[in-house]
């Protein structure tokens, strides 16, 4: 469902969710995968700080209009909910599934399988950035989630012709140009919010241990 967050809800990169913490100091940025994106329009755009909080930055599909993003965490976290936005419509993602400790998910699983939950944005949320709340219970002690955009809101391809003039007489063939338009799924900023399992980076205690 629909959150209420605390602070401002205008501008851009301004959200966050009351009790939570963004869970982005504790991505593994060595271990992120992402399938089908555009190489020169890639996840760094969506995540990274100094990235996501710039409209004109956005992470882009390259083939069709699905995505899959695995990012593993430095250490176990409970997750609480996710806002992914892109303020133009045709382009938002619109329905979305989660995957939890999982360690790889391919096009086809992802396709064939509900996931550890199913979302589908409403348009208002997926343009201004509202986050989604998960169902809780089951995200509680997540080491990596994989989100698959499944479709955005331009779904369907758009078809657009350009004719020129034909006489009546019929000397003017008619010349007809085709142009279909894609709608590949773009997102500037994907947010995860949750708290982390234990107050200690993992990472750091097994760096501790072996001094």
């Not at 271990?31 to 995540?47: D, G, R, T």
């Not at 882009?60 to 892109?86: G, M, N, R």
């Amino acid at each position: 469902g629909r959150l209420f967050c605390s602070g401002s809800s205008s501008g851009w990169g301004r959200m966050s969710v009351k009790g939570q913490q963004d869970l982005v100091d504790l991505i593994d940025w060595s271990s992120v995968e992402v399938l089908n994106q555009n190489v020169s329009k890639s996840w760094v755009n969506a995540l990274k700080k100094g990235y996501r909080e710039d409209a004109a930055l956005y992470l882009e599909s390259d083939a069709d209009e699905q995505l899959i993003i695995h990012l593993p965490f430095t250490q176990v976290v409970k997750l609480h909910s996710v806002l992914l936005q892109h303020e133009e419509s045709d382009f938002a993602p619109q329905s979305v599934k989660l995957f939890v400790n999982q360690p790889y998910v391919g096009f086809d699983e992802a396709s064939s399988s509900n996931g550890t939950q199913s979302l589908l944005l409403e348009q208002n949320d997926a343009t201004e950035g509202t986050p989604t709340a998960l169902k809780y219970v089951k995200f509680q002690k997540v080491r990596n989630v994989t989100l698959f955009i499944e479709s955005n809101f331009g779904d369907e391809d758009v078809t657009r012709y350009r004719n020129a003039s034909l006489s009546l007489s019929g000397s003017t063939p008619l010349t007809m140009y085709c142009m279909l338009l894609f709608y590949f799924p773009r997102l500037s900023k994907l947010v995860l919010f949750g708290t982390p399992e234990f107050t200690t980076n993992m990472n750091d205690w097994e760096k501790a241990c072996k001094t």
